[in-house]
């Protein structure tokens, strides 16, 4: 072997241990954001598929609604009645 390939594979053993850590810690920060982001997505598909059918049981009990419709009719009964004094 050279002498530079030797240097540089001592130079390697000599900070293998480092070297190791600085792996072992971007690997742990890998699987962390990996389960992160994991969670996020089982989360959102999970509140989505929940308010899917959650909609669906709003429609096996309808809501009754009562609308006044007094003040159209006046109006209506005044057009009717203006149309007839203008002939």
């Given at each position: 072997m050279s002498q530079a390939k030797v240097d540089r594979y001592k130079n390697e053993k000599a900070n293998r241990k480092k070297n190791m850590k600085k792996q072992k810690a971007k690997n742990a920060i890998a699987a962390a954001c990996g389960?992160?982001?994991c969670i996020?997505?089982?989360g959102w598909i999970g509140y989505s598929a929940y308010g899917y059918f959650r909609t669906g049981d709003d429609k096996s009990t309808p809501t009754q609604t009562e609308v006044n419709l007094d003040a159209l009719s006046n109006y209506?009964?005044?057009l009717h009645t203006s149309d007839s004094t203008a002939e």
């Open positions: 389960t992160v982001v996020a997505v089982v209506i009964s005044t």
